[in-house]
């Protein structure tokens, strides 16, 4: 003789979703708060020519003009220079020979303003070969 089953009142197990939902938000905002952004500016390609065969090993490199950008000024070559001055030095520098190195090193606190400036005097001069970095 074949048993019957008893319907019994126990219903599946539910399944509590607020907590999973808050466990995912707090791990979202864990990662949000310790991701550290990448330094953009640190990653960018840079054109760098590549060697000229025809060109004679025997001359000296041309030399590196070096300006500063600092939060209250800048300086070229290690000489303090109002923005008035360093228009006028690069032109005189841009007569001389268009093709110069000029480095640029922006402190980490100075305006970003200040950079644009300084490259649009060099654009103005017609002043090809710049470098930008970051000085610390």
């Known amino acids: 003789m074949a048993r019957k089953r008893k319907k019994s009142d126990i219903r599946a197990g539910e399944l509590n979703l607020t907590a999973m939902i808050d466990v995912a938000f707090q791990l979202l905002s864990f990662f949000i708060i310790t991701v ?3 330094d953009v500016i640190t990653q960018l390609d840079v054109f760098r020519p590549s060697a000229d065969p025809i060109k004679k090993d025997t001359q000296k490199p041309p030399p590196v003009i070096k300006i ?37 090193m922006c402190a980490s606190q100075s305006p970003h303003g200040r950079l ?20 610390g």
């Open 36 to 38: 550290r952004p990448v």
């Open 68 to 104: 500063m950008i600092f939060p209250e000024g800048f300086s070229i070559n290690d000489r303090p220079v109002e923005l008035q001055d360093l228009d006028r030095l690069l032109t005189k520098l841009a007569g001389l020979d268009k093709t110069q190195t000029i480095l640029i």
């Open 116 to 135: 644009v400036d300084v490259l649009d005097l060099c654009a103005k001069s017609g002043l090809i070969n710049l470098s930008v970095v970051s000085a």
